[in-house]
């Protein structure tokens, strides 16, 4: 299915896992350092100070440098944590790899949003983005919060509505 | 080895950073292909197609495979009738930030004191080759020439790596069980998947690890042993898949280094969790 951001509740409401997706738009990009930072204005409640809209938004767990964009662990510990806010928060895909917690397929499922992973093919994904700027956090380097145009960016959903791809494979 | 100059040494260590990190080795992308012929999962093939056309990609524009371009190992074996050329171990540091730059690797050195390195407060290099690469190892081999490994080694695979004590009951089949149970953890965990499991089994925490970077140099898709055969079936059965998705390939290969062991109740097990792309590794013979 193709998805256009931002991207809108019925289009979640629609997808199950498995299902592959291709993403055009804009999508925001951050990973360990700069997510908690993101998490702390949104529980401030300022967002739109940095000029931040997480509504519909698709958030890809990667570094921005001259190596190109791949997918980082979203399990890693300061990663998973910011999907319960950050979804609170209006963010409707995460984007990256590897299995996360029964109690975040919890609170996606409770808060609208899934978690879709693409392969690390980062020559690939690289020739999938048309624009990247420093959205917010410049002093983190690669690490900053970008904001990325992608075209038919390739994913396949792996959580979605309390089921996980993970969860037959870790039981 | 002739009258080789620094200048040639940097040159000839640059090429093989860029080659390890764009370029998949003949018997990596022979098994990749044996695997596709298996798989029988659409998602699963789906993955390996990408992968397959993610390195063809990477290696025609010499672009990095993964973005992740990881931290430079490199392994230098030191002919017994070899000579090093003066100064090689700077040609060999600098050739290694050359490689960076041309790359390019991702600019993620950490800079600061040991706290703000720790915490990463200071914040990062701009610059590719200020990622340092790791203490060199040394081996000796027989006959005159040098020859160098350059391992590019991502952080992903050191997330679910792991170098620990095993009690081994004087049994192989005690440390096998504790190899084959940490790989299956760490492959239902990595994302990366399929895998190439990376181990070494020594005397101290330290040989162990060395071991392990042994046997993602000598490591060979084409050629496994029974141990590295078991190993790569019994984590296969999880069916994990690439990506995580299912199917019947969660480890594409094993490598396994045993060194000399400790007379004593356990061994030492060292663990890499090698990504999709790993073991991203070139020679070069001087």
């Known amino acids: 299915m193709d998805i256009t951001t931002p991207v809108s509740p019925e289009q979640i409401h629609s997808l199950k896992i498995y299902d592959k997706i291709r993403i055009t738009g804009n999508i925001y990009a951050g990973r360990d350092a700069v997510l908690p930072k993101i998490v702390k204005l949104y529980e401030e409640n300022r967002l739109t100070e940095k000029g931040l809209t997480l509504q519909g938004a698709v958030v890809f767990h990667t570094a921005v440098s001259v190596a190109g964009i791949g997918p980082t662990s979203s399990n890693k510990l300061e990663i998973e944590s910011s999907i319960l806010p950050l979804s609170e928060a209006g963010v409707k895909i995460h984007l990256g790899k590897g299995s996360l917690s029964r109690q975040t397929v919890e609170a996606l499922k409770k808060n609208g949003a899934i978690f879709a992973v693409t392969p690390p093919i980062s020559a690939l994904l690289t020739a999938k983005m048309r624009k990247q700027r420093v959205a917010a956090f410049p002093e983190e380097g690669i690490e900053a919060f970008y904001e990325l145009e992608v075209v038919e960016f390739p994913a396949i959903v792996a959580i979605a509505h309390g089921r996980s791809i993970f969860e037959k494979s870790e039981a | ?286």
């Open chain 2, 1 to 286: 080895m002739g009258n080789i100059t620094y200048e040639e040494i940097i040159e000839k260590v640059a090429d093989t950073v860029v080659r390890a990190s764009t370029t998949f080795t003949p018997d990596q992308e022979r098994a990749y292909r044996v695997c596709l012929a298996k798989e029988t999962d659409p998602n699963a093939c789906w993955v390996i197609e990408g992968l397959l056309e993610n390195a063809k990609q990477a290696k025609e524009m010499k672009l990095p495979l993964c973005d992740d371009t990881g931290i430079p190992h490199v392994v230098i074996e030191l002919g017994s009738e070899a000579q090093l050329p003066m100064a090689f171990l700077p040609a060999v540091e600098k050739g290694i930030a050359e490689g960076l730059r041309r790359l390019p690797g991702r600019p993620m050195g950490v800079v600061g004191n040991d706290v703000e390195r720790i915490t990463q407060s200071a914040g990062l290099s701009a610059r590719s080759e200020d990622v340092a690469m790791a203490p060199i190892q040394l081996k000796n081999v027989a006959g005159d020439k040098i020859r160098l490994t350059v391992i590019m080694m991502g952080g992903g695979p050191e997330l679910r790596g792991k170098t620990l004590r095993v009690f081994h009951k004087h049994s192989f089949e005690v440390v096998m069980d504790a190899m084959v149970e940490w790989a299956k953890d760490a492959v239902a965990k990595l994302g990366c998947q399929p895998v190439t499991l990376a181990f070494g089994v020594g005397r101290s925490n330290l040989e162990a690890a060395s071991l392990a970077l042994d046997a993602m140099k000598d490591g060979n898709f084409d050629v496994q042993s029974e141990i590295e055969k078991e190993i790569t079936d019994r984590v296969n059965q999880t069916g994990v898949g690439p990506l995580g998705l299912g199917g019947r390939t969660s480890v594409l290969a094993t490598f396994v280094k045993v060194g000399p062991q400790r007379a004593s109740g356990f061994r030492v097990i060292s663990l890499r969790t090698g990504c999709c792309v790993d073991p991203r590794r070139a020679s070069a013979t001087f």
